[in-house]
């Protein structure tokens, strides 16, 4: 499986931001779900959701501070790259 993400430095945290389908934050339930699952990918760093495709433009979802943070960022500033891993 291939997702498209960034690994982002602020104030000393590392953590990863990968852009998701708006729907896989529909809920709360969902969403920490699917946290969970990229979490393999990026081991030992909080996660944030970029949700893509939704009508107000991207959304997020994760540690609070974070996600914050990134709702302040472009998103065309940050540098994505793919990430490949095996589903479990």
């Given at each position: 499986m291939q997702v498209v993400g960034s690994i982002v430095e602020e104030q000393g945290i590392n953590f990863a931001v990968v852009q998701v389908h708006a729907y896989m934050?529909?809920?709360?339930?969902?969403?920490?779900?699917?946290?969970?699952?990229?979490?393999?990918?990026?081991?030992?760093?909080?996660?944030?959701?970029?949700?893509?495709?939704?009508?107000t433009g991207p959304t997020y979802?994760?540690?609070?501070?974070?996600?914050t943070f990134m709702a302040r960022q472009r998103p065309s500033a940050i540098t994505w790259q793919k990430f490949s891993f095996a589903r479990a």
């Open positions: 934050v529909g809920n709360a339930e969902e969403a920490e779900e699917t946290i969970r699952a990229y979490t393999r990918l990026f081991p030992g760093m909080p996660v944030v959701l970029m949700a893509v495709g939704g009508k979802w994760g540690r609070p501070d974070l996600a």
